[in-house]
């Protein structure tokens, strides 16, 4: 079992540019969700889904876009880099069917913006 | 705007020794809390959580002791090791999808030999 896996996990952008970070987790977990980690902050969530197809908005979603075509993967989508958006990205998996509502993270994808 | 907050950033213990590490919270409609263990350049890990409904839970060297009188969460570590070295993340869940957490910033516990 792999877990959530996140690539790439280091990148470094120019202002302007787009990318995607990609998740992808292999335990059928039904929620996945994307936070970012700033120095001396906790983490803060950007958007979350709770199954295929569905999406939404979490606490800092500006600049950010995801989509939920399969239970496995759930890409966040940087449209135009900007500096603000320096930070260390987590994905994160989770199901009710366990028991508890426990929340199972990626390694992190740490993106600089110049 | 409410918020999970931590009454120290860092905490300094000697191996043996027993931890506490406190968070406080604001949303008294929060119903569901986590403490996270996050290793250097690693995701946070889950420890232990804890119901609005209970008031204390314990798990292996690990207790989670809620008092939603004060809107206060610990975490105890028993017998703290080298390995406990890490920042921890209180979390609640302030409702609506249940896996929709608000995160403390941390609290960095090194654990001197």
């Known amino acids: 079992n792999a877990g959530v896996t996140q690539t790439p996990k280091f990148q470094v952008l120019k202002t302007g540019q787009s990318m995607t970070l990609q998740c992808a987790q292999d335990m059928n977990h039904e929620y996945m969700s994307w936070y970012r980690q700033d120095p001396g902050m906790g983490l803060r969530l950007i958007h979350y889904s709770v199954g295929a197809g569905i999406t939404d908005q979490g606490e800092v979603p500006n600049g950010y876009n995801v989509s939920r075509s399969t239970t496995e993967d759930f890409p966040l989508r940087l449209l135009s880099a900007a500096p603000s958006q320096t930070s260390v990205y987590f994905c994160?998996?989770?199901?009710?069917?366990?028991?508890?509502?426990?929340?199972?993270f990626g390694a992190g994808s740490r993106l600089t913006v110049l | 705007g409410e918020s999970v907050g931590l009454h120290l950033p860092t905490l300094s213990v000697q191996e043996g020794d027993n931890s506490i590490i406190n968070c406080a919270y604001s949303n008294s409609a929060s119903d569901y809390f986590i403490w996270y263990k996050q290793e250097s350049g690693k995701g946070p890990q889950f420890i232990i959580d804890i119901r609005s409904n209970m008031d204390k839970r314990q798990g292996q060297r690990v207790t989670v002791l809620l008092n939603k009188t004060v809107k206060h969460l610990s975490l105890q570590i028993a017998a703290t090791q080298p390995g406990d070295s890490a920042v921890y993340f209180c979390?609640?869940?302030?409702?609506?999808?249940?896996?929709?957490?608000?995160f403390g910033k941390g609290t960095l516990l090194t654990v001197n030999p």
């Open positions: 994160a998996s989770g199901t009710e069917s366990s028991g508890a509502n426990v929340l199972t």
């Open positions: 979390a609640e869940n302030r409702g609506g999808s249940n896996y929709k957490l608000t």
